[in-house]
């Protein structure tokens, strides 16, 4: 099928692709976004019914679910220091989970519109956001 999300490491060995076929031991009906974190073997994965789940690399099998009542998420990230995951999607709003206690540490609201796009700085020092408003603004 169509790969519609992939993942590389920093030598180019392929890690991860979405296609709606398996990776580890579950399906994904669609995937919009993969994130990982080399250093813990970990990966974050958004899907369009709204989930985010964490996988472990090392592992075969389920991955853990992240609470999230965001709607749709569009897009995920790890932390560089690989404390945590923060995603985004349509509802305007943005997750920080803390991966060390497994519990939401934060959430912002920026309005009505998606977020698109999340990166960190490389000292985790602040997060840059790629955002679309539902409406133009003046």
């Known amino acids: 099928g169509e790969a519609t999300a992939a993942c590389f490491s920093v030598d180019g060995d392929a890690l ?12 994904f009906d669609e995937c919009f976004a993969l994130a990982i ?14 989930s985010v789940k ?5 592992k075969v099998g389920q991955p853990t679910t992240l609470a999230s009542d965001l709607g749709a998420a569009a897009t995920a990230i790890l932390s560089p220091d690989g404390k945590q995951a923060v995603w985004g999607g349509t509802g305007g709003q943005i997750v920080f989970w803390d991966l060390t206690t497994g ?10 519109g998606t977020v698109i796009a999340l990166a960190w700085s490389p000292t985790n020092s602040f997060l840059a956001i790629g955002w679309q408003a539902k409406e133009a603004r003046r």
Do not use: I, M
Not at 16 to 27: F, K, P
């Open 37 to 50: 974190d080399e250093a813990t073997s970990r990966l974050v994965s958004v899907g369009a019914d709204g």
């Open 16 to 27: 991860g692709h979405v296609d709606g076929d398996a990776l580890g031991e579950a399906r």
């Open 103 to 112: 519990q939401q540490r934060s959430k912002v609201d920026l309005g009505e």
């Open 54 to 58: 964490l996988w472990d690399l090392q």
